[in-house]
């Protein structure tokens, strides 16, 4: 679960120490803390702030640690430049649909935070619903 994850990032930190540095109150962290699947923004903030994978974040697998992911930026530029470029990553990486929709979905709502679209909710609100399900989807899974 996210919850446990969040607990690991957390560590020997108060919770209002760590809801501090994720700039949210200590009553919304308890939240997450006790099972409730963070919004994307949230989500976004925790991986940049503690340099963790939204997949590992969400489920529990692949990667921790997000140094050798730093260049996705340039790829998802690259792939929405190209369709042929997205279904190759997409079949290089072996990522199914959801993990491909949660890839774009992110780059989507970063792109948005910085500006470059104008539909920041929209994209939020489509990539608050990837996540939900992934969230549930992770429920099983170990760390």
Known sequence: MISH???LLQGDLSVREFADRLSI??????QYLRGRTPPAEIIV????????TAWWLLTGNGEKDYGKFREVGRLMELMYK?????????RIAGLGDLEMGMLLGIAD?????RGQQKDCKQ???????????LGQAGEGATT
């Open 109 to 113: 709502y970063l792109a948005a935070l």
């Open 45 to 52: 903030r925790v991986c940049e702030r503690y340099d963790v």
């Open 25 to 30: 109150s200590s009553s919304t962290l308890w």
């Open 82 to 90: 190209n369709d042929l470029m997205l279904e190759l990553v997409k």
């Open 123 to 133: 994209c939020g609100e489509k990539l608050d619903l990837v996540l939900q399900r």
């Open 5 to 7: 994850r969040l607990k």
